[in-house]
C-alpha cells in the first residue's frame, strides 16, 4: 500500500514541530521519496540518531507502507 507525501510531511512534523520539511516522490508510485528535514533537534546529533529520529516519526511504516525513503537532514543555518 502506497504512501502520500502529505501523510509522511505530517508525520515528520507532528515528531519535529520546528522541522522544515521537503517531499519529493522519486518514482511517481507513492512508494519511493526523498525526504529533506531541516531541524534545530538534530544539532550535536550524528547523522545515524538524526536519521533514526525521522523513522521514529514515522511510526514502523518503513517497509510497509512506505518502502523507501533517502534522507537529508540538517540543521538551520
Do not use: C, W
Request: glycine share 10%; hydrophobic share 45%.
Amino acid at each position: 500500500m502506497a504512501m502520500a507525501a502529505a501523510e509522511i510531511e505530517a508525520l515528520i512534523r507532528a515528531a519535529l514541530p520546528d522541522a522544515e520539511v521537503e517531499i519529493t516522490d522519486l518514482a511517481g508510485d507513492g512508494d519511493h521519496y526523498a525526504a529533506r528535514v531541516v531541524s534545530e533537534s538534530f544539532r550535536g546529533k550524528p547523522l545515524v540518531q538524526r536519521h533514526k529520529l525521522v523513522y521514529e516519526a514515522l511510526g514502523g511504516r518503513m517497509g510497509g507502507e512506505l518502502h523507501a525513503l533517502q534522507l537529508k537532514t540538517e540543521v538551520p543555518n
